[in-house]
């Protein structure tokens, strides 16, 4: 993303600032933050497969992030990439990934504003082909 104007800077900004604190967010539910039962691991209370869903997902996030952070194109690829799958897997009702109505609602305003980006960029590109 070839943005020159200093406000779409910001703005991508302000989307890997989302996706770092979400990613966070997901790393602390690794780890057993927030969890309400002490003693418990996080392990057993995801399973494995849905700790290993949400491990590759909060990874995709963190990297994403600093994708867009230094306006790559590969962290909005792979923040919508890892947004709509674990989107994906959660409205087809898989067990494995598991999220409030909260964290529905934020993946769901990143995935727009990611959407938003290429959209914005692509009228910048078609600007500067004419």
Partial sequence: MDF???????YIRIVAIIALLLG??????????GSGSPG????YTLGVSGFTYLAIFALARLFAAVG???QASW????????????????M?????????AL?????????VSIV??????????????D
């Fill in 103 to 111: 964290g529905f609602a934020v993946r769901l305003v990143l995935l």
């Fill in 40 to 43: 418990v691991s996080p392990l």
């Fill in 75 to 90: 962290g909005a690829v792979l923040l919508v990439g890892a947004t709509v799958i674990e989107l994906g897997m959660y």
């Fill in 68 to 70: 867009l952070w230094i």
């Fill in 92 to 100: 087809l009702g898989s067990r494995d990934v598991q999220m409030s």
């Fill in 4 to 10: 020159k104007s200093p406000l779409a800077g910001r």
């Fill in 24 to 33: 966070l967010s997901d790393a602390a539910r690794l780890l057993g933050v």
């Fill in 116 to 129: 938003l980006i290429f959209v914005l960029s692509l009228r910048f590109r078609q600007r500067a082909h």
